[in-house]
């Protein structure tokens, strides 16, 4: 466990140092909430007045956990750039569990994730969203973004595992991001999908952790009307499956890679 811990603070080190990276991956969902969120709240104002403010709110969810993905797809490019340099291979040299290093960039992921979901947070309500107000509501919401951005990384950690180009990784990655996003509920409610997008959704992970923030992060929007038809247990149960089968994809293609 110390040989993850010191792993973790040396890639932390390394995303404090390389600032610009951190903000190339806030940038896309700062743009969300600045740009999508607040255009969308004036078309539903203009239309229907009192639906503006809400829809910040309800997208809101959605944008953080855009966030986590792309902390997820920058750490899996870190890892792949490590292996490109040799740098894996001293740590294989190195005294310490192997599972030890998969850990350690893991929890780096999901430490870059918690907090750049609090800055999206943040910004969020500048904007204009409404948060809840139990302070274990936005607890609960930073376990289930924390096991959506484990699950993910793990995902990123596979892919950048197995293959050996850059340019390549970035395309399979990114060929998960986009469906992600849009076949979910995080800028539409459920209800108003085809069926054949519904099922779609019930199967993404991204909904259950968006509805899971709108349920006890965000505070209630009635006039989106009845969006959060999901149980606020099955979004846990199915996050926490989610992150263990990430891990567990991680973990395979790690051990194939370094053999």
Same mark, same amino acid.
């Given at each position: 466990?110390?040989?993850s811990i010191i792993?973790?603070q040396?890639?932390?080190?390394? +995303?404090?140092i390389?600032s610009?990276?951190v903000?190339? !991956? &806030?940038?896309q969902?700062? %743009?969300?909430v600045?740009l999508? @969120? ?17 829809y910040?709110t309800?997208?809101l969810?959605?944008i953080i ?12 490019s870190?890892?792949?750039n490590?292996?490109?340099a040799?740098i894996?291979k001293?740590y294989?040299?190195a ?5 030890s290093?998969l ?6 992921? +999901?430490t870059?994730?918690?907090i750049q979901?609090?800055? !999206? &947070?943040?910004v969020g309500? %500048?904007?204009?969203?409404r948060? @809840?107000?139990s302070?274990l509501?936005w ?6 973004i924390a096991g959506?951005?484990?699950?993910f990384s793990?995902?990123a950690?596979?892919v950048?595992?197995?293959?050996d ?5 970035h395309m399979?990655i ?10 979910s509920?995080s800028l539409?409610?459920l209800?108003?999908l ?5 099922i ?7 909904t ?8 006890i992060?965000m505070?209630?929007v009635?006039?989106?009307g009845?969006v959060?038809t999901?149980?606020l ?13 990430g ?8 051990k194939?890679a370094i053999?």
């Amino acid at each position: 466990m110390s040989a993850s811990i010191i792993l973790w603070q040396k890639q932390m080190k390394k +995303t404090m140092i390389h600032s610009e990276e951190v903000f190339g !991956i &806030l940038f896309q969902p700062i %743009l969300w909430v600045v740009l999508f @969120g607040v255009g969308m709240r004036s078309l539903m104002g203009a239309t229907t007045p009192g639906n503006g403010d809400g829809y910040m709110t309800f997208i809101l969810p959605g944008i953080i956990a855009l966030t986590a993905v792309g902390a997820a797809i920058g750490g899996g490019s870190t890892w792949l750039n490590e292996r490109l340099a040799g740098i894996v291979k001293e740590y294989l040299v190195a005294p310490i569990p192997r599972l030890s290093i998969l850990m350690g960039n893991a929890l780096s992921i +999901t430490t870059t994730v918690l907090i750049q979901s609090i800055i !999206i &947070l943040v910004v969020g309500v %500048l904007m204009g969203a409404r948060l @809840g107000a139990s302070p274990l509501g936005w607890l609960g919401g930073f376990l289930l973004i924390a096991g959506y951005g484990i699950g993910f990384s793990g995902i990123a950690l596979a892919v950048a595992s197995k293959t050996d180009s850059s340019a390549g990784y970035h395309m399979m990655i990114f060929m998960l991001q986009l469906p992600l996003l849009f076949w979910s509920n995080s800028l539409y409610p459920l209800a108003t999908l085809p069926t054949w997008m519904q099922i779609g959704a019930f199967l993404n992970p991204t909904t259950y952790a968006v509805t899971g923030l709108r349920l006890i992060t965000m505070a209630p929007v009635p006039e989106m009307g009845n969006v959060d038809t999901i149980p606020l247990w099955l979004c846990f149960l199915v996050i926490a499956i989610f992150a263990a089968l990430g891990m567990g994809l991680a973990l395979r293609a790690f051990k194939s890679a370094i053999k």
